[in-house]
């Protein structure tokens, strides 16, 4: 079980920064249940633990690793091979920007370019206040809406850099009062 | 209740139909993502409570469906049984539909779709001209059920072709019908679907896989996502069907996380039809025992190459690997596997149940059946469109679509996703199927078709295209992850303005070169928006390379903002909102910009209140001819 795994580490003393609190561990227990802790599990729990976290946090994949008896190397393989998987964790605004084909002829860079001017923060990463989070996806399949950017699970669709710029000064405003 | 044989779903179907009364008010809305992202949820919401509010909510059902396909004016509403159709339904208007066209049947001309061309008001869906041009085989049926309600797809003939094979049929001859109808694959490449099964069914080892491909990567195409979302049994059923026919106990359905509520939609068919004995063992009373499982793919475009789906479902990194072996003889743990598309699956019952003269009659020559491709980018009616092979892409653009809005021309037609390629306004009447669009380059793909006006910059559009495949190729192959790399890079030097003569020849090199070198269908289709807008618009290439202008005026090195001093106003929009302060100039006189400090974002354009006549968008060209 992970308590004793960490229960060693910390006998002998050494600080790795994987170790995993009562509660992250309860977590975890509660998403291994669901599966057969087999190999072909791993997408699907790593699914479920960005769900549960947010993201991949690193002490967790320590964890995992000694639970489904998978290298962390392989299970780091996997996260980072598929684009759903983030380490970082999320802002409290999470901003989605689509660049599918529709959204690019209709002038997606430009949204891109005035969303990471406004909120100071590159695709794949949070601003440094914590506020936004900014991902790009490839094809939200709204394109009758495009370009399209998803605030918080709200859509915004046919931005334009003006538009992007009187969102975030609106979410500013109500992070201020 | 479980059903127990053919006899007791025939029975359950006359049931349903007998309970189901056709002259009951219905409102329909399409909750496919795109009515959804126009906030359908608010308006269904709005409905029942209104509904409510009057006493009526028993009398009136509100049904949210599948996805209508006309996705360009939603959140859409069929009103039953008179078929009325209103578009762009807005949360203020709801009250007065109920009280006017629900219960006294008049009808809200505001709400119907308008004619462009004649400027009439029409009345139904089906005569909406969008509608008027397709065959809605596939689709026909999202706007009439509710996607997971099982009742509701058996009343409508539901799974009559999995009783129909299960009670006349063996296993060899579903095998010759799909044979026979001529039905080929349809998530790109096109290979017949009846000789993939009989490779599978003769493979002698067991257990083996059935895989439903719904992994739909394509940007800018989202016909499976719909299907899936709107009418789940149909695949399902195709499924079931084809389980049969192989030999199979089990099935995945490999389903693009960013699809999520297709998701769920799946995963509730799955469950209400193994509740009704559809799924599970002893389907239907018979030795058919078949089961699913949903699997969510975790954003790979790569993925949806079928070996590299089989890779991703084991749990690892998803890499093709070479072919032979074919997965029909070892494909996920090395058992016999077949995968087909989901458009692929929901063909399956259509035929079964119609027959091999009804699709034979459908398509062209050489393709049999109607495709669906998802119609967006600069044009008036985006959304989904059915249409039978072989129909003229200017039909398709033009009669279904509507056009080019804002009075543009069109330039170009990109069809296949990231492994096609560009078809020129000059071959606009190419049959679209299999075999028409290859001989110009492109392929059929899964069937996204992106109109381009003549804004559009085909080097942009192409380098957009490397950019995406660069960062999806999975690494494996050496052409595809360095050959890629190095295009991006040529192509990321041209639109910068610091493109040399060489440059062509050696992006046509790399794209044999990567073609011919790498493993999967990424790799050696990666070329092919390159290749096609190298042979239509290699003057594109060249004005951006010698004259170092880009003649769309989108590459954002080769141009520049200029405020037109006899037009502007000095009205200060765009010196307030200019997000690089490079916009100077007293208020009432007239302003100008720096363009030492300019960042090209185009706000100002935007923020002119003359609409942008002030502020001038401006290639090289066109600034010495002003001059």
């Known amino acids: 079980m992970i308590p004793d795994q960490n229960e060693t580490v910390k006998q002998c003393g050494i600080k790795t920064g994987w170790e995993i609190s009562e509660t992250e561990s309860h977590k975890l227990a509660k998403i291994l249940l669901k599966y057969h802790k087999k190999k072909e599990d791993l997408i699907s729990l790593l699914q479920e633990i960005q769900e549960e976290f947010g993201y991949l946090p690193r002490n967790v994949l320590h964890a995992l690793s000694r639970e489904i008896h998978v290298p962390e190397h392989e299970i780091f393989g996997v996260a980072t091979f598929y684009s759903q998987f983030t380490f970082n964790q999320p802002g409290r605004h999470k901003i989605r920007i689509c660049l599918g084909t529709a959204c690019h002829v209709r002038g997606a860079v430009g949204i891109l370019e005035e969303l990471q001017r406004n909120i100071n923060t590159k695709p794949g990463s949070t601003s440094k206040d914590g506020e936004f989070s900014l991902e790009t996806v490839m094809c939200l399949g709204s394109c009758a809406l495009g370009p399209i950017i998803v605030m918080d699970g709200d859509y915004h669709g046919q931005m334009t850099p003006l538009k992007v710029q009187r969102l975030i000064e609106d979410r500013q405003k109500e992070a201020g009062t | ?627």
């Open chain 2, 1 to 627: 209740m479980r059903l127990r044989s053919l006899i007791e779903l025939e029975a359950l179907r006359q049931s349903i139909l007998q309970k189901k009364d056709p002259n009951k008010p219905c409102i329909s809305l399409c909750s496919g993502t795109g009515c959804h992202a126009s906030g359908e949820k608010k308006v269904q919401e709005a409905f029942r409570n209104e509904l409510k509010k009057r006493g009526v909510d028993d009398k009136v059902e509100v049904k949210s469906t599948g996805c209508f396909g006309f996705c360009q004016f939603g959140p859409n509403v069929v009103l039953h049984p008179e078929g009325t159709f209103y578009h762009s339904v807005r949360v203020e208007q709801v009250p007065d539909i109920v009280e006017k066209t629900v219960l006294k049947g008049v009808i809200l001309e505001d709400l119907l779709y308008t004619d462009p061309s004649t400027n009439l008001k029409i009345f139904h869906e089906k005569d909406v001209p969008f509608y008027a041009k397709q065959m809605r085989n596939i689709l026909g049926n999202n706007g009439l059920l509710e996607p997971t309600n099982i009742e509701d797809y058996i009343g409508l003939g539901g799974f009559v072709a999995l009783a129909k094979v299960l009670g006349e049929m063996k296993p060899e001859q579903v095998i010759d019908v799909v044979k026979k109808a001529g039905l080929r694959g349809r998530g790109g490449a096109g290979f017949p679907t009846g000789l993939k099964w009989e490779t599978a069914r003769r493979s002698p080892s067991y257990p083996k896989y059935l895989v439903c491909n719904a992994d739909e990567g394509d940007p800018g195409a989202y016909m499976n996502r719909s299907v899936l979302e709107g009418n789940p049994f149909s695949v399902l059923e195709g499924m079931i069907i084809g389980a049969y026919a192989i030999g199979s106990a089990e099935g995945f359905f490999y389903v693009r996380a960013e699809y999520p509520l297709a998701v769920k939609n799946i995963i509730l068919a799955a469950k209400k039809a193994r509740e009704r004995g559809l799924l599970g063992k002893n389907i239907l009373g018979s030795e058919l025992d078949f089961d699913v499982k949903v699997i969510k793919g975790a954003g790979a475009f790569v993925c949806g190459e079928e070996t590299a789906m089989m890779a991703s479902i084991e749990g690892k990194r998803g890499m093709p690997r070479p072919r032979p072996p074919f997965p029909a003889e070892s494909g996920i743990w090395g058992k016999p596997t077949n995968i087909n598309n989901v458009e692929t699956w929901a063909n399956v019952p259509l035929i079964i149940r119609n027959g091999v003269d009804w699709y034979q009659g459908i398509g062209s020559k050489t393709s049999k059946g109607t495709k669906v491709f998802s119609l967006v980018g600069k044009i008036k009616n985006t959304g989904l469109v059915e249409v039978p092979m072989g129909t003229s892409l200017r039909t398709i653009v033009f009669d279904i679509g509507g056009g080019i809005p804002n009075g543009k021309a069109l330039k170009a037609v990109q069809c296949g996703g990231p492994s096609g390629g560009c078809i020129p306004a000059s071959h606009i009447d190419v049959p679209v199927d299999y075999e028409g669009l290859k001989e110009l380059g492109a392929m059929m793909g899964s069937g996204g078709l992106i109109v381009m006006d003549e804004d559009t910059c085909m080097v942009d559009m192409a380098k957009y295209f490397v950019s995406f495949t660069q960062s999806e190729s999975c690494g494996k192959c050496v052409p595809c992850r360095i050959g890629t790399k190095r295009m991006l890079e040529i192509l990321e030097q041209i639109t910068q303005g610091k493109g040399i003569n060489q440059h062509i020849a050696t992006l046509e090199s790399l794209c044999a070169t990567i073609r011919d070198g790498s493993l999967c269908g990424l790799g050696q289709t990666a070329p092919n928006p390159v290749l096609t807008t190298l042979m239509y618009f290699r003057s594109e290439y060249e004005a951006h390379i010698n004259e170092k202008r880009c003649p769309a005026k989108v590459c954002k090195a080769l141009i520049h903002f200029e405020i037109d001093k006899d037009k502007c106003t000095g009205c200060q929009a765009c010196k307030v909102r200019c997000p690089a302060k490079a916009i100077d100039g007293q208020p009432k006189k007239p302003h100008s910009i720096d363009q030492n400090l300019c960042i090209k974002c185009g706000v100002c354009q935007q923020t002119c209140p003359t609409k942008a006549s002030a502020v001038m968008r401006l290639d090289n060209l066109s600034t010495e001819a002003a001059r």
